[in-house]
């Protein structure tokens, strides 16, 4: 897993799944931007980045 934020507060992230299994993806989050769907329960699956605002 690769992650990452932007922004002066912090509050833009970037998460890249790089495993083989799901990621859960952090409380209080939005999601902005996927490269493909997120599995069951929000889950960040395998080869796939997404972009998020953090609140």
């Not at 509050?11 to 409380?27: E, F, H, M, T």
Request: hydrophobic residues 45%; glycine residues 10%; contains cysteine.
């Amino acid at each position: 897993m690769l992650a990452f934020t932007r922004g002066a507060d912090g509050k833009l992230a970037c998460i890249v799944s790089q495993s083989a299994y799901g990621i859960p993806l952090p409380d209080a989050t939005e999601v902005l931007l996927v490269s493909s769907p997120l599995g069951a329960g929000a889950c960040l699956l395998p080869d796939t980045a997404v972009w998020l605002r953090r609140e």
